[in-house]
């Protein structure tokens, strides 16, 4: 066995055994058995994008065998995208309105619960990196002097911040307070393979101003792209009460043609989000210089370092 399958395989145990599993919305009423939830619906959205039941997907487990470099392979459906973040009983009851209907424009409740699920999917996401991170430092404690340890301790603090926002969203889902989430909602007017959803931080918007500053006050923006009835879905969704920090989306993303909002879309994923699933079909037209693009932009700026402006790469679109 080589060095770099040794450590691949090391590195995924190791990983496996640090994976967040609990319940996001944890109360009295929570039952004993954590569900393997999915971030993207899995019969009405990822069995319209599969191709013999699988899906491109990132593959986080050939870290060591890529050269540290990640590529999209194909993964079953019922495994893609799953998290433990919830207990069964939430799982089924808090998504209910979204996964038994399809998603209606204007729903303040559908564009809420969208948008908790992508929080969701970024706290466990978070939690399993942080304590990847705290067991790679228990194995070997010369690495706090490390950049690893200095990562680890910012993650550390930035968890605070997380938690602040799981106590926000549930309470505002608790009392229903679907209209704490304002969502800017793109219909292009055909179906594209590709499914999607995250929360974030921006950094830069598209004339170089800052929108977050991760040493101060920062604010979550939640994404979800998703194709149903002839048409394709993206919402953009953030707190009301930051609408003010967040007012480029309508001002500059909403107003602008279609094929520009694809291109802005197209690098809003590749710089800032990992939990991606695409139609193996789609993915096979897609043109290659485009799919190496996207490699290129993903691995370049995966963590922190983001462009100056929200789209920078002018050229980019996986919308073709």
């Not at 792209?225 to 002839?230: A, C, I, M, T």
């Amino acid at each position: 066995m080589n060095n770099r399958i040794s450590k691949n395989i090391k590195f995924n145990k190791m990983r496996n055994n640090n994976i967040y599993s609990g319940c996001i919305h944890k109360n009295e009423f929570c039952d004993k058995e954590i569900s393997r939830a999915h971030s993207i619906q899995n019969n009405g959205i990822l069995s319209k994008i599969s191709r013999h039941g699988k899906v491109m997907a990132l593959d986080f487990s050939k870290i060591y065998l890529n050269n540290g470099e990640f590529t999209l392979n194909e993964v079953g459906r019922n495994k893609a995208s799953t998290f433990t973040g919830f207990c069964n009983k939430h799982d089924s009851e808090i998504f209910r309105p979204i996964d038994s209907n399809k998603y209606e424009e204007g729903n303040f409740e559908h564009n809420f619960l969208f948008a908790y699920r992508a929080f969701a999917l970024s706290y466990y996401e978070r939690y399993s990196s942080y304590q990847l991170m705290g067991a790679k430092l228990e194995e070997n404690s010369n690495l706090y002097q490390s950049e690893l340890g200095e990562r680890y301790t910012l993650y550390g603090s930035h968890l605070d911040d997380i938690e602040k926002i799981r106590l926000v969203m549930n309470n505002n889902l608790d009392n229903k307070r679907f209209d704490r989430i304002t969502t800017n909602v793109l219909v292009w007017p055909d179906e594209y393979g590709i499914a999607s959803t995250s929360m974030f931080f921006i950094v830069k918007d598209n004339l170089g101003r800052t929108i977050n500053k991760m040493s101060t006050h920062y604010s979550p923006f939640f994404f979800t792209l998703f194709p149903q009835s002839g048409k394709t879905y993206v919402l953009l969704s953030y707190y009301t009460k930051s609408k003010f920090k967040y007012h480029f989306v309508k001002e500059e993303i909403m107003n602008m043609p279609i094929e520009e909002q694809k291109v802005a879309i197209s690098n809003l994923i590749a710089i800032y989000i990992e939990n991606i699933f695409i139609s193996p079909e789609y993915w096979d037209n897609i043109p290659e210089d485009i799919k190496m693009k996207y490699y290129d932009i993903f691995n370049k700026t995966m963590g922190g370092n983001k462009p100056a402006k929200l789209i920078a790469f002018k050229d980019f679109n996986l919308f073709v």
